[in-house]
C-alpha cells in the first residue's frame, strides 16, 4: 500500500467513525496541553526559587543559635512559645571563638541585644519618631531583610571604637530630619527607663512599615526599629 492509499484510508476512518474521532483527537490535545502547562509552570517555579535565592544575602548559609543548658537549671517556656533562659547564663567569647575558628573564618557571630521600646528626637526637629532600639554588631548585617538605602550598616570599627553609632528606617528620617540629609546628624535615643544618650546616624535602612501615609495611622504613630552599636 503505497502512502496516498495510506491517506485515503486514514481519511475515510476518521469520517466514518466521526465521534471516536473526535473523542481521540480531544484526548491527544489536552495530554499535549498538560504536559507544556507543568513544564512551563514548573520552569517558572525553577526560576522564581533561584531568583530568590540569588537576590538573598543569606544564600548558601545559614543561623546557628546556642542554647546554654547549666546542670539543674532549665529553660522555661513563655505563653508566647519562646524559652527564657536562666539569668546570668551565657557564652563566653572562649566558646564563640573556638567555634568560628573551628570553620577558618566561614562563620561570623553575631550579637544582638533585648528589644528595647525607645523614641528618637533630633535637635533640628521637635517630632518624635516612636522606635524599637537593638543593640547589634556589624555582622548583624547578614540578617537585615531590608535595603540600606543611604550610609552604611555598623561597622567594625564601630565596635572596635564604641561608637555610639545608629542606623535609623526611613520613617525615623523623616519624622526627625524631614527632607535633610541625615547622616552625620545626631539624634536622641531615650529608653524605656526614660534615659537619654546621643548618637550619630550612619545609615538609613527602607522600613517595611514605609506605607504609613493613612488616617488612620499618621506618622509619629508608626513603630520602626532604631539600631545601635553592640556593646559587651
Known amino acids: 500500500m503505497d502512502f496516498v492509499e495510506i491517506i485515503k484510508s486514514a481519511y475515510v476512518s476518521i469520517f466514518s467513525n466521526k465521534l471516536r474521532s473526535g473523542l481521540t483527537m480531544l484526548g491527544i490535545i489536552i495530554n499535549v496541553a498538560s504536559v507544556i502547562l507543568v513544564h ?34 532549665t529553660a522555661v517556656m513563655n505563653s508566647e512559645g519562646e524559652y527564657i533562659l536562666p539569668d546570668n547564663v551565657n557564652f563566653s567569647d572562649m566558646v564563640v571563638d573556638k567555634y568560628c575558628n573551628l570553620f577558618e573564618g566561614k562563620v561570623k557571630p553575631i550579637y544582638e541585644s533585648e528589644m528595647k521600646k525607645s523614641s528618637v528626637r533630633s535637635d533640628k ?13 556589624d555582622a548583624y548585617a547578614d540578617l537585615l531583610d531590608s535595603e540600606i538605602i543611604k550610609g552604611r550598616f555598623i561597622s567594625v570599627d564601630d565596635m572596635e571604637k564604641k561608637v555610639n553609632t545608629a542606623v535609623i528606617s526611613d520613617i525615623t528620617a523623616e519624622i526627625c530630619f524631614g527632607s535633610s540629609d541625615p547622616l552625620g546628624q545626631y539624634i536622641y535615643i531615650r529608653d524605656d527607663k526614660g534615659i537619654e ?19 488612620e495611622e499618621p506618622i509619629e504613630n508608626v513603630v520602626s526599629t532604631v539600631y545601635i552599636c553592640y556593646a559587651k
Open 40 to 73: 512551563v509552570a514548573g520552569d517558572s517555579l525553577n526560576k522564581t526559587i533561584d531568583k530568590a535565592f540569588s537576590d538573598s544575602r543569606n544564600a548558601n548559609s545559614c543561623i546557628v543559635y546556642f542554647v546554654p543548658t547549666p546542670q539543674n537549671k
Open 125 to 137: 526637629n521637635q517630632r518624635v519618631s516612636q522606635t524599637e532600639m537593638l543593640a547589634v554588631n
Open 197 to 215: 544618650n546621643q548618637y550619630v546616624v550612619t545609615g538609613v535602612y527602607e522600613d517595611e512599615n514605609n506605607n504609613y501615609q493613612t488616617a
